[in-house]
């Protein structure tokens, strides 16, 4: 049983940073895809970042280009998503989640397990 624990997130202003990270248990990490997204009151979960098992490799969500940056380090069965210049359309539940076997990194439902969610709000 694969378990993704999310660090808390937080109250920044505009312009600020913060990091999220994520610890997985109960699989083999190192084989995942990993990935970032993000649900804000009244939308959907849509995708912002992920990363290949590797890290070699990692793709982005447009909004998020430059200002956010998805990382790991296998060893500690961990992923980051570092958030920079951040802005109030970034306020939303952010969440971790991993694939078994690739697919298309940007839909949400190709991913196996989920993170309980932590929340980011960025004020204006």
């Known amino acids: 049983q694969v378990q993704l624990d999310e660090s808390e997130g937080g109250l920044v202003q505009a312009g600020g940073s913060l990091r999220l990270s994520c610890v997985a248990s109960?699989?083999?990490?190192?084989?995942?895809?990993m990935g970032w997204f993000r649900q804000a009151p009244g939308k959907e979960r849509e995708f912002v970042a992920a990363?290949?098992?590797?890290?070699?490799?990692?793709y982005y969500t447009d909004s998020v280009k430059g200002r956010f940056t998805i990382s790991r380090d296998n060893a500690k069965n961990t992923v980051y998503l570092e958030m920079d210049s951040l802005e109030p359309e970034d306020t939303a539940v952010y969440y971790c989640?991993?694939?078994?076997?690739?697919?298309?990194?940007?839909?949400?439902?190709?991913?196996?397990?989920w993170g309980q969610g932590t929340q980011v709000t960025v004020s204006s």
């Open positions: 989640a991993g694939q078994k076997y690739l697919g298309r990194y940007y839909l949400k439902e190709e991913y196996d397990y």
């Open positions: 109960g699989g083999t990490f190192s084989s995942f895809f």
């Open positions: 990363i290949t098992p590797s890290g070699r490799s990692t």
